[in-house]
Structures are given as C-alpha cells and as structure tokens.
C-alpha cells in the first residue's frame, strides 16, 4: 500500500489558501480529503467558534491551548487513522499557523509553542507545507474587498500580521525540505500549477 501523505497550506489570511485548495483537489492525480483547521471533527469545529468569536476576550495563552486541543482531537479522530489507510490529506492549517500567529504574532515564543504542539500532535509533521507568501499590505488589500465581518483574529492589527509574515518566511527558511513557498500574489492558476510542482515529488507512479 502506498503511504499517506499529510499536505498542509499556510499563509495570511487573504492568501487564496481556499482557492488554491480546491485547485489541488480537481488536478492532483489521486484522490484527496480536504480538512480545515480548526475544525475537521465534531469537538474540534466546536473549539473554532470560540476561537474565533469576536465578542470573547481570549489570552493568548489559552488561545495556544485551545487551538492545541483541537489539533489533538484532530490528529486522533481523524488524520492518524487516514494516513495509515495510505489516504491523501489536504489540511487548511496545522502546526505552523499556531507557531505563526500565537509564538509570533502572540508573542508566546515559536519554541514554546511548537512544544504544546508537538505533544498534541504526537509528533505528527505534514510531508509538504505549501506557504501562500502574501505581504501584509496585500492581505490587507485583498480583505477590504470583502463583505464578511472580520472574526476576532483577522481584526487584529496590520503590526500582528506582519510579525506572523515574518515568522512564516524563517519557519520556511529553516525547513526547506520541508516548505514550498508560493508567490501568493500571482495569478491563482499560477499559483496553483507552482504548487502541483511542488508536490510532484510526492505523487506515487503510474
């Protein structure tokens, strides 16, 4: 049985991380399951509405924890058991938004939270993380066309989103094998054909 292949998306908010997704589902030569963080399963999804409620006050601190949790549940109930039946997974966010947004952008430290992380994955890491590179200005250009009502993160401050960039680019420089950085400011097809690139490697023979 050819192995599973855990593939995660990252990037900014605005990134065009869901449009990229469903690219990658109708031309990757092998059937995919696509999953979202936080969510996925019944108490994680749960955990994503306070996470992202606006009228709640969360600490950062709890806020690492919760998403924590949620991977937990994650991982267990549904990711794990996949994997080892050789499934494709295709995840909207992992461990890298949280080292990202809550050891960065949060001011937690990237080690610390990559610590809470590990245990709550298992030690459980994606074989590919395509990064959605998006300055900050342009996320913020990109969001202001938008009717939504922003949740409790993206009404954070242009300075938390630029601290989150930054911390993206060094996790992807530190892992190169790992990371494949996209030019999220290229046209989507573009970026969609540099992603099924970098995923070529993976794809098992004909």
Do not use: C
């Not at 030690?123 to 998006?134: I, N, W």
């Not at 913020?140 to 922003?150: C, I």
Request: charged letters at 30%; a negative charge.
């Amino acid at each position: 049985m050819a192995p599973g292949r855990l593939i995660t998306v990252e990037g900014l908010d605005g990134a065009g991380k869901t449009t990229l997704i469903a690219g990658l589902v109708e031309r990757l030569p092998v059937p995919v399951t696509v999953l979202r963080e936080p969510g996925g399963v019944e108490l994680s999804e749960r955990v994503r509405a306070l996470v992202k409620d606006p009228d709640l006050a969360v600490d950062p601190r709890a806020e690492a924890l919760l998403y924590a949790a949620a991977r937990a549940q994650l991982v267990a109930e549904r990711l794990r058991p996949r994997l080892e039946r050789g499934e494709w997974l295709l995840l909207d966010r992992f461990v890298d938004s949280s080292l990202a947004y809550q050891g960065a952008g949060r001011g937690l430290g990237i080690e610390a939270v990559r610590a809470l992380n590990a245990f709550a994955t298992d030690g459980l890491q994606a074989d590919r993380t395509l990064l959605l590179r998006l300055s900050p200005a342009e996320r913020h250009a990109r969001l202001r066309g938008r009717d939504d009502v922003p949740d409790r993160l993206e009404a954070e401050p242009d300075a938390f989103f630029a601290a989150i960039a930054e911390a993206y680019d060094a996790l992807a420089a530190a892992e190169p094998g790992r990371f494949r950085v996209l030019d999220a400011a290229r046209a989507p097809e573009a970026v969609l054909e540099q992603a099924l690139g970098a995923l070529q490697d993976l794809v098992p023979a004909a």
